[in-house]
T-cell receptor, first 114, second 115 residues
Framework: DAEITQSPRHKITETGRQVTLACHQT?????MFWYRQDLGHGLRLIHY???????NKGEVSDGYSVSRSNTEDLPLTLESAASSQTSVYFC?????????????FGPGTRLTVL | AQSVAQPEDQVNVAEGNPLTVKCTYS??????LFWYVQYPNRGLQFLLK??????LVKGSYGFEAEFNKSQTSFHLKKPSALVSDSALYFC?????????????FGKGTRLSVIA
């Protein structure tokens, strides 16, 4: 069955370190998204991609970057981790065909920045 | 700009009673509307969506939602709540005129069903 996976599921890091969160989907979806989930804020969009070599900034993109070298993967990099980036991160994907399509979500990565 | 409001942070309901989780939206054109559920330590799972047509949409696990254009609402409902329905529920919207833009999510409503 097609799926979307994230790794690691839990990560503890220190302030200032570079961190990369992986997202891999086997749906063959062109669209991929990164969100962070924080209490009181719900889901906020970080970055998204509509296809290989395409990336776009979301509402909370500062301090994060993504690159899309193939259809299946959209890694999220925290260039210099800050305590404010402690959060749960979710990756999602959706089919390009039809803008009415829903997004499918991965299981999430819980990141703690000390 | 697109936006979604879920006016209740928490909804409590007794098992067997009907439940409603509220959602209102704002878009410039016509909306595509979605409901997702999140169980503890899990990702979001798609429940149902409104695209066009019948205002009453049926989805997974016995849930349904009613689209009301005049009130710009898309409330999630279930006739008889189960303890296992306890979870975090998110409403999301996309404006039909915005192309293939990412979904905009509400802040979520925590549903607690009490036995």
């Amino acid at each position: 069955d097609a799926e979307i996976t994230q790794s690691p599921r839990h990560k503890i890091t220190e302030t200032g370190r570079q961190v990369t969160l992986a997202c891999h989907q086997t749906w063959n979806h062109n669209n991929m998204f990164w969100y962070r989930q924080d209490l009181g804020h719900g889901l906020r969009l970080i970055h998204y991609s509509y296809g290989v070599h395409d990336t776009n900034k979301g509402e909370v993109s500062d301090g994060y970057s993504v690159s899309r070298s193939n259809t299946e993967d959209l890694p999220l990099t925290l260039e210099s981790a800050a305590s404010s980036q402690t959060s749960v991160y979710f990756c999602a994907s959706s089919d390009t065909r039809g803008i009415e399509n829903e997004q499918f979500f991965g299981p999430g990565t819980r990141l703690t920045v000390l | 700009a697109q936006s979604v409001a879920q006016p209740e942070d928490q909804v409590n309901v007794a098992e067997g009673n009907p439940l409603t989780v509220k959602c209102t939206y704002s878009v410039s054109g016509n909306p595509y509307l979605f409901w997702y559920v999140q169980y503890p330590n899990r990702g979001l799972q798609f429940l149902l969506k409104y695209i066009t047509g019948d205002n009453l949409v049926k989805g997974s696990y016995g849930f349904e939602a009613e689209f009301n254009k005049s009130q710009t609402s898309f409330h999630l409902k279930k006739p008889s709540a189960l303890v296992s329905d306890s979870a975090l529920y998110f409403c999301a919207v996309r404006d039909m005129n915005s192309g293939n833009t990412p979904l905009v999510f509400g802040k979520g409503t925590r549903l607690s069903v009490i036995a």
